[in-house]
Nanobody, 113 residues
């Protein structure tokens, strides 16, 4: 499975961005977004299962929304009320029914003050 992420960029604090990640196959169960800020470990931002259940990091709850279009094998991350501390490289993640993990290339999100 290949993952193609897009949508990163530069935005001012308080602004919004939407990330997209298209999978080359429908054979994925969990899709998620992770992020890694400079000097920090990669962390889970949000995840969504094929049936729609979601999970969010506490730091983004109420600001970010993860969704997926199973017909398009695509996961989205709507990011609102962005903060400077949201600046990071965001990575798309997918996991199949056998717990095999796939990573997409990162997309940089920069939030300026």
């Amino acid at each position: 499975v290949q993952l193609q992420a897009s949508g990163g960029g530069l935005v001012q604090a308080g602004g919004s961005l939407r990330l997209s990640c298209a999978a080359s196959s429908s054979a994925v169960n969990v899709m998620a977004w992770y992020r890694q800020a400079p000097g920090k470990q990669r962390e889970l931002v949000a995840s969504i299962r094929s049936r729609g259940s979601t999970n969010y990091a506490d730091s983004v709850k109420g600001r970010f929304t993860i969704s997926r279009d199973n017909a398009k094998n695509t996961v989205y991350l709507q990011m609102n009320s962005l903060k400077v501390e949201d600046t990071a490289v965001y990575y798309c993640y997918a996991e199949n029914a056998y717990n095999y993990i796939y990573w997409g290339q990162g997309t940089l999100v920069t939030v300026s003050s």
